[in-house]
C-alpha cells in the first residue's frame, strides 16, 4: 500500500498500559470513548467484538438517519503492548486501512501510540481521521 497516508496521534495517560489497552477491547468502554450521543449526535445501535486474533467487530451507529457499521479484523493482540486492527465502514476497503496501537509504560502511566494507515483512496479524509482519532484518544483519558 505505498503511497498510502499515514496519521500518528500520541497521547500520555496517567494509568497502566493494561487498563488502556483494555478500554480498547471492552463494548462497553468503547461505548464511553469511541460512540454515542454523549460524543456526538449519533445513537448506538450496537457495539459487537470478537477481541481475539481473527475475530472481527461491528460498531454500528445511526447518524441523521443512516446507519453507519464501523468493521474490521484483529490482526494482532500482544496485551498490553499492541493491538493491530483493520478498519473500514460498511465493510467498505475495511481490509486496506489498518490501526496500530503501541502501549509503553511511561512512569506511573503509559504513552499510547496511534498509528492509521489509510487506503491511498481515502487520502482526502486523512486530516478529518487525524481530528477524529485524536478526539477519541482524548475522550479515552477523560473517561479512564
Known amino acids: ?3 498510502a497516508p499515514a496519521i500518528r496521534v500520541e497521547h500520555r495517560f496517567s494509568v497502566s498500559p493494561e487498563r488502556v489497552f483494555d478500554a ?3 463494548p462497553v468502554w468503547i461505548g464511553r470513548f469511541i460512540f454515542g450521543a454523549h460524543l456526538r449526535d449519533e445513537q448506538v445501535v450496537s457495539l ?4 481475539r486474533v481473527g475475530g472481527a467487530f461491528h ?5 441523521g438517519g443512516i446507519e453507519i457499521d464501523h468493521t474490521g ?12 486492527f483493520t478498519w473500514g465502514v460498511d465493510a467498505e476497503q475495511g481490509d486496506l486501512s489498518v490501526v496500530t496501537i503501541s ?6 502511566g503509559c504513552l499510547l501510540t496511534l498509528t492509521h494507515k489509510l487506503h491511498p483512496d481515502w487520502a482526502e479524509y486523512a486530516e478529518r481521521t487525524q481530528a477524529g482519532w485524536t478526539k477519541i484518544v482524548g ?3 477523560g473517561a479512564l
Open 1 to 3: 500500500m505505498s503511497g
Open 48 to 51: 459487537e467484538n470478537d477481541p
Open 139 to 141: 475522550d479515552l483519558a
Open 103 to 108: 502501549f509503553a509504560p511511561d512512569g506511573d
Open 73 to 84: 479484523t484483529y490482526r494482532e493482540i500482544e496485551r498490553p503492548r499492541r493491538l493491530v
Open 59 to 63: 460498531y454500528k451507529v445511526t447518524r
Open 24 to 26: 480498547w477491547l471492552d
